[in-house]
């Protein structure tokens, strides 16, 4: 049985998220107070106890979540799983990338909260509030929503984000454009085009100086090759050298995050069991819809962990 293990993006924090963790093992207690430490703030005080409006700000989000994720693997890892022996890829959405990498040991606990502290603040920072916007396209293929894009991009940048699978597909941009793309997906029979509660057009050119920032910081820490291959989002495919991790996560701001190929790339390459770790079950639910053979399994509880150890080391 090939394993992947997959990482959570924003949209999946909550409050209360690693609260039980925190109560019943040490190793989680450290991973928090590391990440608080790497802040120089009570991070996991916002987690366990919101507010919740302070968690979604994306600069909290994102460590927030990264931080649930790695006290998972930290006390797996106690219980006796090993990321190189047990698992055999690693892949993440979006911020969700920066946590696989640090369960692969690319980035050490302390770095990766502070990369997503600054892409945090740099993607918030990039575009004014109310210039940009995200859509949800549901319901029609990649293909459609790319013309589409074309179409409102006559009135200012419009692209895919996200395409999540399972005919979901995120677009991102300028937000007269978004908008427009959003009114011809209803008249080109989509089931659904919502406007989304985003702060900021994450995964569109708007984000250049967001990219500029990542590439600055991403320059200035220590990186490892990671221990098993990464599914870069930007590419579906298999990465294995630090230095291109680096570029591909540089890209990614601007780029779109390729879930549904992602999962497709696993299923194609007999990785049929793929365990989301940490906050919520999104990933698991998409996988379920992307491909009926691959099995989706949430570990983000002590119950969830010891099933998932029981599963690993049999």
């Not at 366990?48 to 979540?65: K, S, W």
């Not at 990321?83 to 911020?95: D, E, Q």
């Not at 949800?136 to 395409?163: F, P, Y």
């Not at 300028?174 to 209803?186: L, R």
Request: proline share 4%.
């Amino acid at each position: 049985m090939t394993i992947a293990f997959t990482f959570p993006g924003q949209g999946s924090q909550a409050v209360g998220m690693g609260k039980d963790l925190a109560e019943n093992f040490a190793e989680a207690r450290a991973v928090f107070q590391e990440v608080d430490e790497a802040l120089g703030e009570k991070l996991s005080e916002t987690m366990f106890n919101g507010p919740e409006d302070t968690l979604t700000l994306t600069a909290n989000a994102q460590p927030a979540l990264m931080a649930v994720s790695m006290a998972v693997i930290r006390v797996l890892e106690a219980k006796g799983v090993d990321v190189k022996a047990n698992v055999s890829y690693v892949a993440g959405h979006s911020l969700g990338e920066y946590s696989a990498l640090c369960a692969a040991g690319t980035f050490s606990l302390a770095d990766t909260a502070r990369l997503l502290r600054i892409r945090g603040n740099a993607m918030q920072a990039a575009v004014p509030v109310g210039v940009g916007a995200m859509a949800a396209i549901i319901g029609l293929e990649h293909a459609d929503v790319v013309a589409l894009c074309e179409e409102a991009s006559a009135i200012g940048s419009c692209q895919v984000a996200n395409d999540n699978g399972g005919g979901q597909i995120v677009i991102s941009g300028e937000k007269a454009a978004v908008e427009k793309g959003a009114a011809i997906a209803s008249e080109m029979g989509a089931k659904r085009a919502i406007l989304l509660p985003v702060s900021a057009p994450f995964h569109s050119s708007l984000m250049a100086p967001a990219a500029e920032a990542m590439r600055e910081a991403l320059a200035g820490v220590k990186k490892s090759n990671p221990v098993v291959p990464l599914i870069a989002n930007v590419r579906a495919a298999p990465v294995t050298d630090a230095d291109e991790i680096a570029r591909l996560l540089v890209e990614q701001v601007t780029g779109q995050v390729r879930w549904r190929e992602t999962v497709e790339w696993f299923a194609a390459n007999g990785a049929t069991t793929l365990y989301e770790i940490g906050s919520g079950k999104v990933l698991t639910g998409l996988a379920r819809r992307i491909d009926k053979t691959v099995n989706g399994i949430a570990v983000n509880t002590p119950a969830d962990i010891d099933a998932a150890v029981a599963a690993l080391m049999a």
